[in-house]
C-alpha cells in the first residue's frame, strides 16, 4: 500500500518534471521500453500546461499549431521530461540537482550554485496512440490533453 501522502508527492512530482510534449505519425502499439515516439513530428518538444484535476490527477495539455504539424497525420502523442541519467538521481535528492529549464535540453550537464553537477536525459512518461487525426492546414490547432491519476 501506498499512503495518501505518498501519493499526493508523486503526482506533484510528475506535474513539475514532466514539462514536455510531442506528437507524431507513428501509431502502433506502445513499446514499454521506448523512450520515444515512433515517428516524431515536431524536432523539438514543446512545453506542456500542467494542472491538478484533483490531488491525484494531473493533465498535461499541449497545443500545436497546424504549422507546426505541416500537413502531417497525427497518430501518437508522448509526455516527457528531463530527469537525471540513473546514476545520478540521488543528486537531485540528496543536493537539489539543477534540471535545465530550456525544453529539449538533454544529455548536457546542469551545475548547481553549490557545484554539484548531473546529467540529464530525455524520460518519456507516457505514450499513447490513437485513430488519425488531420492532416492540419496552417491556421488550425491541435489540443491534446493527457490525464494521469496516480493510484
Given at each position: ?13 510528475l ?6 510534449a ?22 523539438t ?107
Amino acid at each position: 500500500m501506498i499512503t495518501e501522502k505518498a501519493k499526493r508527492k508523486v503526482a506533484l512530482f510528475l506535474k513539475e518534471f514532466f514539462t514536455e510534449a510531442n506528437v507524431g505519425v507513428g501509431g502502433n502499439s506502445p513499446n514499454p521500453n521506448s523512450n520515444d515516439l515512433d515517428v516524431p513530428i515536431l524536432g523539438t518538444h514543446i512545453a506542456t500546461t500542467n494542472t491538478e484535476s484533483s490531488d491525484l490527477v494531473v493533465d498535461f495539455t499541449a497545443i500545436f499549431t497546424g504549422s507546426q504539424l505541416d500537413g502531417n497525420t497525427v497518430r501518437e502523442f508522448a509526455v516527457f521530461g528531463p530527469l537525471p541519467i540513473d546514476g545520478q538521481f540521488d543528486e537531485l535528492r540528496l543536493e537539489g540537482a539543477q534540471i535545465p529549464d530550456t525544453v529539449g535540453d538533454y544529455g548536457g550537464t546542469s551545475t548547481n550554485s553549490d557545484g554539484t553537477e548531473a546529467t540529464v536525459e530525455k524520460t518519456m512518461l507516457a505514450r499513447v496512440n490513437f485513430d488519425a487525426l488531420g492532416t492540419f492546414s496552417s491556421s488550425d490547432e491541435l489540443e491534446v490533453i493527457l490525464t494521469i491519476g496516480v493510484e
